[in-house]
């Protein structure tokens, strides 16, 4: 399994690098060829492998630790509250480095909202977790859509970045998003086998000697930490979260030692596909938003969890 | 000294009183809690796991349950609550693995982890159920894989919410054998009495919160029964019969 899935990951690589506007033989480049493939696709290929990967990974932390299978940043509306921050941080004027910082604290404030609406006497309604999830979203949309108005120079181009997509991508950006992925990653990884408590009950997770509340706290803060950052690069990217981590589950199982490691992977592997579908879909050089890829694909992924998981959800 | 010293116990969340002036339980001891619905059984059993603040009135070997972090509460003892689930499907050996938490030093579960859940799994014969999904069982046998979790935790003192609720006759007389067999220090509420008066030796009955009496087998009477209960109780052949 583990070879299937390294295969798999290089051979999309492979493929993302050569799609795009024009198909690329990799066997047979000219100078310009080499140049685009290099300089261009590079970079841009793996940029999304790393925001897949940081989204991935948040969504298979949001679900352990909401107790919710339909949980990502994009449905527990994380990733709007984030991208409010940033939208602000940019009209305003803020310093590019600060525009993360202030995502991630609308973020966490965001995410903190909906788990305290959904959660009572320690147990998380997850339906009530979703409905709030809904509402952070549109309330965060329709405030970002009122900074649009309000703030026209600045965000002229507000709307193409909220559907999320790569249209800035350096080598200085990939370099932070990479670290911070690697920083995450290590630290999830340390704590995979206390986190594997939280899929427990309350109760039996608290009296097995794990601090239910410490480590949620640090599950949040670091899943956030990736959301923030990567809508502040690339904007709303739906549903990478939502699907890895259950297609990660399917194959290795629940126990979060591989269950992060294969969502990660999943994460890189499920975004440089779809930007490269993204690239090509549209004849003549045109781009689509990669969001709008992810939000087709995840919304089928998600009515057929409502509908596979529909008792299960109704009864907590 | 005793295992669990319980003093000034007061707890109050709406209309509802929880009080216990001074218990004292003796390490190895099988505690049977008895009462109606909302008597405070389970409410007790938050107290005394620290899921809810009890304010200094319960000590564990003269540690006071404030003062032991979540790794030596667990290591002291293991909770069994009345809805335990797990979300995500986890095997049953995974399941009962993850008991061990609190004793496994590293990253991941040791051979000797793997090697004594093993035997538990067979002790307790789940071997045909281990590599199932632990939600795709009958509520019965996810009460049985639940309490070998709660067994493989290894702590002395065993706190059971209704540990045969689900479970058929068979099961639960073979649970509370079993129990009975360990040297585990046992405080479960029960509402099979009869199980309860064959099994454990020590009997707390509460009415409304307060604690009714501290009794042992033999002083477990109809009179007590009826009072606790509301209801007329006789006995038949050392069975007790209760009729409204």
Redesign the interface.
Same mark, same amino acid.
């Given at each position: 399994m583990k070879r299937l899935l390294t295969g798999l990951l290089t051979l999309s690589f492979v493929l993302a690098l050569c799609s795009g506007a024009t198909w690329l033989n990799p066997f047979n480049l000219s100078g310009i060829e080499r140049d685009i493939l290099l300089e261009l696709r590079l970079p841009r290929v793996l940029f999304s492998a790393v925001i897949g990967a940081m989204l991935a990974l948040s969504g298979s932390v949001y679900?352990?630790t909401l @107790?919710n299978?339909l949980a990502d940043s994009f449905t527990t509306g994380t990733a709007s509250s984030a991208a409010l921050g940033a939208v602000l941080g940019i009209a305003c004027g803020l310093p590019v480095a600060l525009v993360p910082l202030l995502a991630l604290f609308t973020g966490l404030g965001g995410l903190l909202l909906v788990y305290r609406l959904s959660v009572k006497a320690g147990v998380i309604n997850p339906v009530t977790m979703i409905l709030a999830g809904v509402v952070v979203n549109i309330v965060a949309s329709a405030v970002i859509s009122f900074s649009k108005f309000y703030f026209e120079e600045s965000l002229s181009s507000i709307v193409f970045w909220l559907m999320g997509g790569f249209f800035v991508v350096d080598w200085p950006r990939l370099f932070i998003c990479a670290l911070l992925l690697f920083f995450c990653f290590i630290l999830l990884q @340390?704590n %995979?086998?206390?986190l594997?408590?939280l899929?427990? &009950?309350e %109760? #039996?997770a @608290?009296?097995? /000697?794990?601090?239910v509340a410490r480590l949620r706290a640090l599950s949040f803060f670091l899943a956030t930490l990736l959301v923030a950052v990567a809508v502040s690069h690339t904007g709303i990217i739906g549903f990478v979260g939502l699907i890895t981590p259950h297609m990660a @589950?399917s194959l290795y /199982? #629940? &126990?979060m030692?591989h269950n992060l490691t294969a969502s990660t992977l999943l994460g890189a592997l499920l975004l440089m596909l779809a930007d490269a579908g993204a690239r090509s879909i549209i004849p003549g050089g045109a781009e689509l938003p990669v969001g709008i890829v992810t939000a087709l694909l995840g919304g089928v992924f998600f009515l057929y969890l409502l509908r596979t998981r529909r008792d299960r959800l109704w009864h907590g | 000294m005793a295992e669990i010293t319980i003093r000034d116990l007061h707890f109050k969340r709406g209309d509802f009183q929880l009080q216990l002036a001074a218990v004292k339980v003796a390490a190895g001891e099988k505690i049977a809690i008895l009462g109606e619905n909302g008597s405070g059984k389970s409410t007790l059993l938050q107290l005394l796991t620290g899921l809810l603040a009890s304010r200094n009135a319960i000590s564990y070997a003269g540690q006071r349950l404030e003062h032991l972090s979540m790794l030596q509460r667990a290591r002291c003892f293991s909770l069994l609550p009345q809805q335990a689930e797990v979300i995500f499907p986890f095997s049953v050996f995974e399941v009962i693995l993850l008991g061990r938490f609190a004793r496994m030093q590293g990253q991941s579960p040791a051979e000797a982890d793997q090697q004594a859940t093993r035997q538990l799994v067979q002790q307790l014969e789940l071997d045909d159920l281990a590599t199932r999904n632990f939600n795709q069982l009958s509520g019965g046998e996810q009460r049985r894989v639940m309490l070998a979790r709660v067994l493989n935790q290894q702590a002395r003192i065993l706190f059971l919410d209704e540990p045969n609720a689900s479970l058929d006759v068979r099961h639960s007389l073979e649970i509370f054998d079993y129990l009975r067999r360990q040297q585990h220090t046992l405080i479960a509420p029960v509402h099979d009495i009869n199980l309860a008066a064959q099994f454990f030796q020590r009997f707390w009955l509460f009415k409304q919160g307060h604690l009714l009496a501290d009794v042992s087998r033999s002083d477990l009477t109809c009179e007590l029964l009826s009072e606790t209960f509301n209801v007329k109780v006789s006995t038949v052949a050392d069975s007790f019969l209760f009729s409204r």
């Open positions: 679900q352990l @107790r299978p @340390r %995979a086998l206390q594997n408590l899929a427990f &009950d %109760a #039996s @608290r009296t097995m /000697g794990v601090n @589950r /199982g #629940s &126990d030692k | -």
